[in-house]
């Protein structure tokens, strides 16, 4: 059996064939640039090989239409006829509170997607427009939506609601949402099978960092606390956003500043965070070679990352009443044995004791804690479409 799975931009389109018996990707591939001249595919096969086909590609009915002609390709195709694709997940970034799971695309859901634009203005539309571009080429083919909040629909009120006037969350739905979801449930998983037991029995936190970063407490298989709030902007400061701040700070700069809406959003959004603070760059890459050459502003930026993480860390423990194991996943998460080392030093008071040699690893799934820590320490690279197809299959068969 072999599902597609879709992630839609408003400009770019991420695919995925993956084979569900050897749970691998057998093509896949990015569109960039759809509408805007320069339009490109960049297709890899199975075996990794690169294909660049580039095309006006003017929208995502387009986009997909290319995206299946190179899958079927007789030169790098991965399948010989587009019927061998039994069905279609597609990441998508809100649910509200209208999708505490994934489901079926029928028009009911369709127009309940639509009425969740408000929440998530960027990002549901071009997922919108993928689902539709798929109708339109596969009809027929069975498609599913795989919501970023839905994991996150078993937080309670305690941990959703903010201090804010109620009738704010019944008339504009302004609560805690949450994102990564499909990254911490995929996580926890996998964590479950490396410690050997059972995920209803475990106390979990899970660190997605990358570019966008957040940390879930996963009790018992259940979000009931992360980082991420009503958009991803909150909670822990991150490659180009601000992460959680006093929020009189936001209309503070927006009247020094003279900001508008829009521009105060962006700069919120794209001009904050690690590359804020350091000066240097957003990606995590660049600001530890400036750190490690001395660059005062890098070196901090470095050292409020860490010190954000091990706050939510501490705090998560202290909601849960303790934690089994600290998962690490995404780009700095996977990849940065010194972030890791930074983040578990000091931290003997939950039982963490980091095993620095076996710590050097770099996206492998590997217990990198000492055998006598009594709180694991777990790397696991997070496969985001993997769980989308997963997700796509059990909903399907
Ligand atoms: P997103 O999916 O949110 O765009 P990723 O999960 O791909 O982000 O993570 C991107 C981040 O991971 C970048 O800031 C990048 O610098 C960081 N990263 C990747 N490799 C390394 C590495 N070897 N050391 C430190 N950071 C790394």
């Known amino acids: 059996m072999k599902i597609l799975v879709i992630n839609c931009g408003s400009s770019s389109l991420k695919y995925q064939l993956i084979d569900m018996v050897t749970k691998n990707p057998i093509g896949k591939g990015l569109v960039e640039r759809i509408g805007l001249q320069g339009s490109v ?52 970034v809100h649910g509200g509170e209208k999708f505490s799971t994934s489901v079926i695309i029928d028009d009911a859901v369709m127009e309940a997607l639509k009425d969740c634009i408000e929440l998530a203005p960027l990002h549901n539309p071009p997922n919108i427009a993928g689902i539709k571009a798929c109708q339109k080429m596969m009809p027929g083919v069975p498609q599913v939506a ?21 009738e704010y969350y019944e008339k504009y739905g302004i609560r805690k949402y949450g994102f990564h979801g499909t990254s911490h449930k995929y996580v926890s998983q996998r964590a479950a099978i490396l410690l050997r037991k059972p995920l209803e029995e475990l ?28 958009t991803p902007l909150d909670g822990l400061m991150m490659g180009t956003r601000s992460g959680t701040l006093d929020p009189a700070i936001v209309t503070y700069i927006q009247c020094r500043e003279n900001y508008n809406c829009e521009q105060i959003n962006d700069f919120l959004n794209n001009k904050c965070g690690a590359l804020g603070v350091s000066g240097v760059s957003s990606d995590f890459r660049d600001i530890e070679v400036a750190a490690a050459q001395g660059n005062y502003r890098a070196k901090l930026a470095l050292d409020i990352f860490e010190h954000d993480v091990k706050l939510f860390v501490g705090s998560y423990a202290a909601i849960m009443g303790g934690v089994d194991a600290i998962i690490f996943t995404a780009g700095v998460g996977e990849n940065a044995p010194n972030t890791r080392a930074g983040i578990c030093s000091n931290m003997d008071y939950l039982g963490i004791s980091l095993d620095l040699e076996k710590n050097k690893v770099r996206s492998e799934e590997v217990d990198v804690s000492k055998a006598d820590s009594r709180c694991r320490v777990l790397v696991i690279p997070t496969n985001e479409e993997l769980m989308i197809a997963l997700e796509t299959l059990e909903l399907t068969q």
């Open 41 to 92: 595919l960049t297709h890899r096969t199975g075996s990794g090989e690169k294909v660049v086909i580039k095309d006006e590609i003017s929208n995502h009915t387009v986009a997909i239409k290319l995206v299946l002609e190179a899958l079927v390709s007789p030169e790098y195709g991965a399948v010989q006829d587009l019927k061998e694709i039994s069905a279609i997940g597609h990441r998508v």
């Open 146 to 166: 795989v919501f970023d909040t839905a994991f996150h629909q078993t937080m309670q009120p305690d941990s959703y609601i903010y201090g804010l006037p109620y």
């Open 203 to 230: 106390k979990l936190i899970s660190c997605h960092l990358g570019n966008g970063a957040s940390i879930t407490a996963i009790k018992g298989g259940k979000s009931i606390e992360t980082s991420m709030g009503f």
